[in-house]
C-alpha cells in the first residue's frame, strides 16, 4: 500500500552522551493534518521538533519529511518546512520588511517583494513593514515569525510552544492565523502545554512521554473539554509502566 | 554556486544592515582598540627610535582584542534571539552562512583597522600609511583571524561560558598569525629587503588558505546538534 504521509518518523532515538531522549519514537503525520504534541517538560517535544526540522541529527531511526530522510536531504526537507519557536528568530535591527526580505533571499522566494507584501497582509503587519522589529510587541514579533515561516510556502509549519510569553490578545491573534492556515490545508505539528487552546485548534492530539509517542487520539475520538482527561490518563498510564 | 552566492551576500548584507543602524559592535571594538592605543602609549613612554620596533605588536595585540570582542559579539546577537537557528533552518549551504559571517566580520575589523591607524600615527609619530606593505599584511592578518575567529566564535557561542571560551579557543591556534603579521609589519615598518619579510607573507597567505578551507569543511559539523 502506497504511504501518503508527509512525515513518516520509525524507531527514532536520540542520545545527548549517556543521556538518551528519545526512545524508539514513532511518528506520522497525513497532509492537511494539524498536530499538538503534549507531554511534560523534559518529555522529548522540542528535541523531537529540532530533528524534524533539520537542527538536530538523529542518533538512529527514520526520519522521512515529504519523501526526504534526514539528516541526509536536509536541505529538500528545509526548503519544505517553516519553523516558529518560542523565541522570534527574527533581527530586533532590521525592520520587518528587511526581515522578510533576508530571509526570502536565503529562501530563493521569487518573486520577493510581492510575497513579502502578501505575508505581511497576511499576518496583519502591512502597517508596520519599516519599522524595526525591536519596537514590536512579542506578539508582534511572534506575528511576524509566522510571516517568515510561510513566507516559502512550505507544507509543513512546525511550532514549538509558539505562545509562550504572549498575552491573551497576541494567544488570540496567533490563534487566527493558525487556523488560516490551517485552512489553507498547511500541515501543521505543534507543542504546547495549553491544553484548552490546542483543543480548539488541532485536529489530532499525541503525548509525548519518556521519549515515545504513548498516545494519539484524533479530535473526534474525544468528547468537548475531554482532553484534560484523555492527556492525563494517557500519562498516567504511559508512566505507571515505567517505560525504560 | 549562485544560490550560494546569494545566500552568502544576503547573510554579508544583514550584518552590514544591522551594524548601521545599531552600532553596538563597532562601536565597542573601537573604544576598545582606542583605549588599548592609549594605555600603551603611556605605559610605555618609548622613545621615538624604538617606537618602531615595537609598533608592530601593539598595533596586533590591540586587533586581536577589539577583534575578539566583535567575534563574540557578533555571534551572540545571532544566538540571544535564536537567529542562529533561523540562519540553521535556510536551504542553503550552510558554508555559505560561514562565509557571509567571516566576510562581515572582516570588514569590521577592517573598519577598526581604518580608523586606528591614523590615530596610532599620531600617538606615536609614525606614518603608517606611507607603507602600503603594512596595509596587505593587516588585510591578510585580519582574513587569518576572522576565518578561524568566526568558525571558532559558533563553537562557543553554544556554550555558556562563551565570553571566556573564544579567546582560550581562538589565542593558540592564531599564533602562527599572530607572529607572522608581526614580524611582516614589523619588516615593513623598518624598511627591511622584501626578501626578509616574503617568508612571513608566505605563512600568512598559507594560514588564510588553510584555515579557511579548514573551516569551510567543518562549520556543518560545529552547528549540528
Known sequence: MENHALIEVQGLVKRFGPKVVLRGLNFSVQPGEFVALLGPNGAGKTTFLRILASLSSPSMGMVLVAGYALPREAAAVRQRLGVVSHLPLLYGDLTAEENLRFFGKMYGVNPLESRIREVLRQVGLEKRARDLVRTFSRGMQQRLAIGRAILHDPDVLLLDEPHTGLDQDACEMLDEILKEEARRGRTIVMTSHDLARVEDLSSRFDVLSRGVICASVPKESIPKDGLLTFYRNALGHHEGKGVE | ?225
Open chain 2, 1 to 225: 554556486m549562485k544560490g550560494f552566492l546569494r545566500a552568502m551576500l544576503a547573510v554579508l548584507w544583514k550584518d552590514l544592515a544591522a551594524e548601521v543602524r545599531s552600532r553596538e559592535l563597532l562601536s565597542a571594538m573601537l573604544v576598545f582598540a582606542l583605549l588599548v592605543i592609549f594605555i600603551f602609549n603611556f605605559a610605555l613612554d618609548l622613545e621615538p627610535n624604538t617606537r618602531a620596533s615595537i609598533t608592530s605588536g601593539v598595533l596586533w595585540v590591540t586587533f586581536i582584542f577589539a577583534g575578539t570582542l566583535g567575534l563574540n559579539r557578533s555571534l551572540a546577537i545571532e544566538k540571544d534571539r535564536g537567529c542562529l537557528d533561523g540562519l540553521l533552518l535556510a536551504p542553503v549551504d550552510r558554508a555559505a552562512i560561514y562565509f557571509g559571517k567571516t566576510a562581515a566580520n572582516l570588514i569590521f575589523m577592517l573598519v577598526v583597522a581604518a580608523i586606528v591607524l591614523p590615530v596610532y600615527s599620531v600617538f606615536y609619530n609614525i606614518n603608517l600609511f606611507a607603507r602600503p606593505g603594512l596595509l596587505l599584511v593587516i588585510f591578510l592578518g585580519a582574513e587569518g583571524y576572522t576565518a578561524i575567529g568566526t568558525l571558532l566564535a559558533t563553537m562557543a557561542v553554544q556554550t555558556r561560558t562563551r565570553d571566556m571560551l573564544l579567546p582560550i579557543l581562538l589565542f593558540p591556534v592564531v599564533i602562527p598569525v599572530l607572529v607572522a603579521a608581526v614580524k611582516a609589519s614589523a619588516g615593513f615598518l623598518q624598511t627591511l629587503p622584501f626578501e626578509e619579510i616574503q617568508p612571513w607573507l608566505n605563512l600568512l597567505i598559507t594560514y588564510d588558505i588553510v584555515f579557511t578551507a579548514i573551516a569551510f569543511m567543518v562549520f556543518d559539523s560545529i552547528v549540528e546538534e
